[in-house]
């Protein structure tokens, strides 16, 4: 009911900034939460930024000054700006929609940050 397709990933350095973006597709007025996922190899997957609906953003302790959530809802897109980046960041980063029938993931998109 929701599509999400993410880009933006790619090669960066340490200390380097990175855009990620998602755009959402489908029954999208239902949506109550943008998340942004990772998953490094041999980890769990883990939360790292969140907006509402109502515009509230969260982020994990690990990423907080340095990454920001955003949304564009004329587009309907969200994005994940990442800065001073670090080489623990290097992750998958998933896309997913908190929605009222469910959540709904995007496939994902490979970060990898060179020291």
């Known amino acids: 009911q929701v599509q999400l397709v993410e880009s933006g990933g790619g090669l960066a350095q340490a200390g380097g900034s990175l855009r990620l973006s998602c755009a959402a597709s489908?029954?999208?007025?239902?949506?109550?939460?943008m998340v942004w996922y990772r998953q490094a190899p041999g980890k769990q997957r883990e939360l790292v930024a969140e907006i509402t609906s109502g515009g509230s953003t969260s982020y994990a302790d690990s990423v907080k000054g340095r990454f920001t959530i955003s949304r564009d809802n004329a587009k309907n897109t969200v994005y994940l700006q990442m800065n001073s980046l670090k080489p623990e960041d290097t992750a998958v980063y998933y896309c997913?929609?908190?929605?009222?029938?469910?959540?709904?993931w995007g496939q994902g998109t490979q970060v990898t940050v060179s020291s």
């Open positions: 997913a929609a908190i929605h009222v029938a469910g959540n709904f």
């Open positions: 489908g029954r999208t007025f239902n949506i109550n939460a």
